[in-house]
């Protein structure tokens, strides 16, 4: 469950310490200076988990967010934060850079320097905060891309993730793979910055460890398709087959291999489990790209230490239970 405070559980008398009390906590320090403090407050705080990262989603009334210089030494607070604005205009200020923010645009903030947002008004945003630590990109270039976002071409693909991850925050963080989509997210807004500050050789290499993740991800997803080769995978994301080849070489990663691996893996999985128990062996070989059953058998046993009949019917002996492991078992290449 995340953080989440609502004024409207709150008397009009305690809202502005408790607005006050919880922006520290979600955030940084800063000051909250609220558009009408003797008026109708009302604020809506939530902080979603993704492991390494977190969602913070900001709605209210008129509302300032003052950093000061002095508070910023105080807790370096070494987090960036890229930022969608959901309703009414922001108004950024930061390093001598000054910006709106219209609703669906995308900003960045470097939470360790002081700053000066708001907005006028019933306003939102959200946001997903990575510590500097995760980004793993020097501050200079960090600094550099916050002004130069819209010159990436990965500007629209994070906009639009940020934007689903405050969307769906609450669902998202209570999913088994929240952690991974935490890292995928991490890896994305690396890429955007390195990108966006032209720091090249980084945004090169960079661009090109965030689309290994994206090609491993599609190979799984289609690891049943029969027609799962290299120029369908180099295809569906735009690049030649060669530059396919050059990325996973850069990886020391045998695409293929790799490939065979997490095959196996599906199928020994599907082997194990009770329910697909009346499938032949030749049956899950073909369903997981092998056509020669002989082969399918001979790479099992090279991987697991048994053949996958043995394999099927030691999963099925009823004292067994959990999770099963093969004799000899090894792990399969991964990139």
Known sequence: MGFVLDTADLPPGERIDAVHAAMMEASVPSHVIHENPGGDVRTRLEVWDLGAANVFVARSSGLRLLRTAKQARQDAAPVVALS?????????????????????????ADLSSPYDFSWSGDGAAGCIQIPFEQVGLPIDVIRRAAVNL??????????????????????????????????????????????AAH???????????????????????HLVDPDLRPAVIAAAHNISVRHLYKICAQADVSLEQWIIGERLRGAREELRRPEHRH?????????????????????????????????????????????????????????
Do not use: K, N
């Not at 993730?161 to 925050?169: I, W």
């Not at 720091?199 to 997803?221: H, N």
């Open 150 to 195: 819209r010159d990436s071409p990965l500007y629209g693909l994070m906009t639009d993730h940020v934007a689903h991850l405050v969307r769906e925050a609450p669902s998202l963080s209570v999913d088994p793979a929240a952690h991974l989509l935490g890292r995928g997210s991490i890896e994305l807004a690396r890429a955007l910055l390195a990108s």
């Open 199 to 221: 720091a090249e050789p980084r945004a090169r290499d960079v661009l090109d460890e965030t689309l290994l993740t994206q090609i491993r991800a599609y190979c799984r997803r």
């Open 84 to 108: 969608v604005q959901l309703r009414a205009d922001g108004r950024h200020e930061q390093l001598g850079h000054q910006q709106t923010v219209p609703p669906g645009a995308l900003m960045m």
């Open 279 to 335: 499938r032949t062996i030749a049956m899950v070989a073909s369903r997981w790209g092998f056509s020669d059953p002989t082969h399918f058998t001979r790479r099992f046993r090279r991987l697991y230490g048994v053949t996958p009949r043995e394999w099927q019917r030691q999963s099925a002996e009823p004292h067994r239970s959990g999770e099963q492991h093969c004799p000899g078992e090894q792990a399969a290449p991964r990139p």
